[in-house]
């Protein structure tokens, strides 16, 4: 197991609260996705390219990147999953998506349907090389891990620790339902299990947990509801497949105005009480001791990097 | 870690709605249950019988199995359990079980209590040796396992990779509730982690999970509302253990008529889009992909294997 | 894995219903403690203590323990928590939270933030040098766990069998929830999975399960409504903060009069039929069989063990 410390320090600071699907295929749709409020882009090479289009999908994404303003959102591409068949190798679709786009250096790849450590480490070894053959600095190209079949979860404490480049674990909820013959709910209890399971692995080695798509684009109430259930459950933020999902999700994956009040009275009264000798105290009849302060402590960082905050 | 699509490859296509148990001393109960719709029925030598008949009920079943017409109905029997004593040693009760009744060659077994893989793979040896002994086809046994203790459901992964021959995962709550300490209810909280963790862990080596008896016999809208829930989470069938269940089980478990004119609906519109070089797109405000399509596809094999489509 | 008869032969007849938090630096609240009707009281060195104050809240803790009247409530010290450099040590805090008090002999200690194995080992290793040192009874000093990270929770299957010592396995949820990145909320979904797996985990290996502690001191009902679901899910039991939660806390953890009735009925009913020859049967419209009448079984072994029952 690796040393608690060390995953600390790799715990990204990045905010991706809104991690936008956009088609790899389509240079319109990317270009406008360049001016949406998503802190993340995932130029997909996937599930949203047909499979005649995925020569043109690598074309279009290394033009984009290369040619595009993106600002401060992040740039991923979605890479094609690795063949089922064993033994697991980097060959096909996903070499093919990486050979062709790394020239145009994105900030990272999603890796989708990945159910055991060696699908990552296989991406991970290929970016050493690369990384090392072109004087790039070293495990500067990031990984997020998509978690979308019923191998996924059971190996997920495994997968989180695969790679120094992970940061991420990302719900595939679609898929997942699909591979363990479940019926997708609203209320979702189909994938609380795997949504759970995703955020302790995430949380065990320093890694975000990022939600899965709310595929009712119509259906913004329902949206808001289900961002806030994630964030209850720690998820850092959620996937989008539409830009009318955008302003709720990074709505409600930042700190309320009250929450950050609140956290802010906690953190004062405990320096006071800490300051005078007491350990744990009652404010508002309820008790207040160290973790409760450091979870006050988290929502003003989020709130300080979510602009809301000094 | 087993080759995925060889696991694959052995899914059982048989279908297996609703399985029910029938008392293995009884010829009578055996005989009127291979008049009733059950897929399966499990002839049980364990907690249906009483400590002073067993031997009786080994002699029934070999009976029931060598002179009853069970049509399409799958013949199982359920084994007595291990002894919890250390090392785990085929003998005993189990041993005398099976011993007695391969003869009348069931088409699998039954393993109540499994709490590690090594449960599995002694009757899975066992089944080897009779079937290399009396020149019968190999791997032709089926075993179906019982988790029903916390161990179980500790060491779900690895049980569920035990043996070639295993087929399902077998929820039973009441035994489960019991060793956890926990309360059965209605809604059934203290089993939703197992009955999560059993499903993942059917699905990710090509298993069925067979969901737990619900035991109000006269409660036919409770039993309709927890066959929902069990197939929304990926169940594939449900225990039964009186003959007015099955009806219920067997509705529940086979997909409606509007998810089949749905699923059909879907897999028309995507093979147009495909064709015409677009991935993902919009139908009903939805985003229809290769998963929602697969799930799809998923749905309409359910339905032809149910009688419900050609 | 260890033997299970061996395991269940360690399970603690303890009742430990109430579990009190007590600051370890207070002498007076202590000794009003020993005046309440907790089962077991946590004197405890570290969230409830300030960090200017560890040196004498130990010196308290040790005139408590050798001057107080406890009675029958159980006498625990919790220690502070490893240092999260690795490699893992027993130094600093809890090496000498230890070395201080084991002199006045608690019957165990409360490990805190229990992430691996090997914390617990490393405490356990310590009391075995210490016990065979001064000629004490060997494995008399009990410990208990608290899981309240993400990796207590990842490695939760391990850590249940880490020592002869251990006795239960104690959810700290504020502290997880902040680990998870989680909101605590009422209904208490971000940490149902949690739950769930201390209560398997301590299942499985003959453990008691303690359930978190209830944060608004002045809402008795929600206290009680939490308590009730935490007694389906498998606690034994839950911690307390405030002395006002704790006759709320024994009472629903005590199986209720009607339970205690039906358990007899059961009970009896069974005898009568086994006796009879007959296994399975139908009592109230439900199947009653072995599973249920164990389930009968042990709600009055509870009733005897909180005085309810001769």
Redesign the interface.
Known sequence: ?A????TDSLRPELLRRSVLFV?G?SLRKINKATELAADSLILDL????????KAEARRTVVEALGTLDFGRRERLVRLNPFS???PVQLEGLPAEDLSVTLEARPAGYVIPKV??PEHIRLVSDYLDRVEAERGWPSNSIRLLAMI????G??NI?QIAQASRRLEALVL?A??L?????????RAG??V???R??I??????FGLQ?IDM?F????DLPGLEEECR?A??????GKTA??PRQIEVINRLFAPSPEEIEQAMRLVQAFAA??AA????F?LD???V????M??AE?VLAKARAAGLLN
Chains 1, 2, 3 share one sequence.
């Open positions: 197991m040393d608690k410390d060390f088609p295929d996937e599930d949203g390219v047909a499979f005649n289009r089922t068949l064993a159910e055991t979308e079949t019923a191998r979860v059971l404490g595939g679609e898929d339902a699909n591979d363990l013959g479940a019926r997708r709910t209890w189909e609380f299990y795997a759970s399971a955020v302790t692995a995430a949380a065990a947990a798509v595929v009712d684009l119509n259930f964030r209850q459950l720690g998820f850092a497949i539409h009480h800490q000798g007491a350990g744990a009652e009849g309820k008790m001791d160290l973790p409760v450091r979870a988290s």
